[in-house]
């Protein structure tokens, strides 16, 4: 259940006349009363005697208690509440009980016999609007203060004694929701999203990794969005705002956003913290691409893969303003893979950034320097370009990837230890995403390491059964029956060939962090292995492989008829 408080109004029969009428977006069906603040109100919608004049006029009395001089202008109270389009159809009388529980609960009608005077209206299945006029009986102006807060608390109770899908409690650390009028208008221009989320989403991708004001600036323009810079009389940048160039207002002028709008995290004295953790310590503008125009596509895979390794293990253990600069800087390095990912991944990573940036925000102040490595695996990313979806760049991809999920599930896990609902469930919407995006990237170099492994022979499959049992005997049999084994066999053996003990070093990578959440151990094993031993990631590249790689939309071999079957983990 959705309750949204919206701007206060000054024309009682303005809203009335909306409530009422035939809808500007969604159409309005069977207009009509569900409850009022006496119980007795005119209805318009059902009532052929009733007007919307004689509801205003009603509603509107208790102004006239006051003198004109005395009179709020914005006198109109509005608040709308929706369900979820999973939630059963409500009636009339629940409804109107919900209103009643609404009014009270924001101070409009608070039961002491002299409230604000109220009437709800239902012209659809799934919401209904309350309209109030903010002068109370006796005369004195009501006690509505956070009323939107305390909507949503009583909306929690009424979800639960209603049966309703519950939404997961807010903290006030989310990014400002578009207003229906922003929503309207990007439906008719057959938008996506909305103006404010584009610009949103595109700061953050100018923010990742930055180390100055000036690259900060120079990644906007090159973005294409227009930039105003808000400077004080000493010269000192103090904000700035933004515009998409084809969002225009009536008068055909860019509508700006300031940075604080789009999200807390986007203020410019927000986003100047960041790199408050650089070495240098100034943010000062220097060489914007040093050491990082020279990183390739895959290097710089590999080198946030690291990143993120080290950075789940201090998520694990760290101290809270630590892990929340991980975190945070972790969402700079999603929005840094969406942004230069190949087209077979794209989508996928760009909704995994998308929903990881509410999870990168919480009351927790972060500690920065901490997120040093991460911000630099995002800079790096950046620079190095966008990554072809073939060859070494794919396959390290795919690497980034697989780790990725553990970094989120990581995030959600804290963020749940926490009790911060809306980030925990927005991170472990950004895994689903961040899953089904490592199902596109990794089968193509899975399946040659598949192959190899098949390839091996009798001798040599039996020697990496026995450094499987011997590094990791508790989870032998289950990695043996999985279809990712022979991959891992493949990988075993390069790892031989490189100079490393391939027992040893399998101990290690199982050891850095529990398998429990991975849909496929085999394959988790195989990018650590290949990270940690630097072995190319990309099959094809690796020495003395003999199978041909298979195409792009077949995964592994069939799994032989001798392995049993097991149930597939969620990781």
Known sequence: MIPQVHKQGSSTFGLLKYLYGKGTCEEHIDPHLVASFDGMAPDPGRDPGATKRDLQQLLDQPLHLLEPDQRPEKHVWHLSVRNAAEDRILSDEEWGQIARRMVAATGIDPGDGAGCRWAAVRHADDHIHIIATLVREDGRRPNHHRSGKRAQAEARLLEVEYGLQRVNPGDGTAAKRPTSAERHKAERQGRERTAREELRETVRRAVAGVQSEGEFFDRLVAAGVLVEKRVAPSGDLLGYKVALTDDLNKDGEPVFYPGSKLAPDLSLPRIRERWSGNAAGDGSDTDRSAGSARVTPSTARRQATSASWQAVLIIDQGDDGQIAALIAAGGEML??????????????????????????????????????????????????????????????????????????????????????????????????????AYQAAAPMYLGPMYQRGR?????????????????????????????????????????????????????????????????????????????????????????????????????????????????????
């Open 335 to 436: 929005d840094a893979l969406a942004k230069t990912s190949a087209a077979h991944t794209r989508r996928e990573l760009r909704d995994a950034a998308w929903a990881f940036e509410r999870a990168s925000r919480s009351h927790i102040r972060a500690e920065r320097g901490h997120d040093r490595a991460l911000r630099q695996a995002a800079r790096d990313l950046v620079y190095g370009g966008p990554a072809l979806g073939r060859g070494e760049d794919g396959a390290t991809t795919a690497m980034l990837i697989d780790m990725a999920i553990f970094f989120v599930l990581a995030a959600a896990h804290w963020h749940g230890k926490k009790e911060h609902a809306q980030q925990a469930a927005a991170a472990r919407q950004a895994a689903e995403h961040l899953r089904a």
């Open 455 to 571: 390839n091996l022979s009798q001798p040599l499959q039996r020697k990496q059964t026995a450094h499987l049992r011997r590094a990791v005997p508790e989870l032998a049999e289950q990695v043996l029956a999985e279809p990712g084994w022979y991959a891992l066999a493949a990988t075993l053996a390069d790892v031989e060939r490189a100079g490393h003990d391939p027992a040893t070093l399998l101990a290690e990578a199982a050891e850095r962090r529990e398998l429990d959440t991975a849909a496929s151990i085999s394959d988790v094993l195989v990018w650590r292995l290949r990270r940690m031993a630097d072995l190319p990631a990309d099959a094809s590249t690796a020495p003395e492989h003999t199978a041909a790689a298979p195409t792009a939309t077949r995964g592994p071999a069939k799994r032989p008829a001798n392995r049993k079957e097991r149930p597939a983990k969620s990781r």
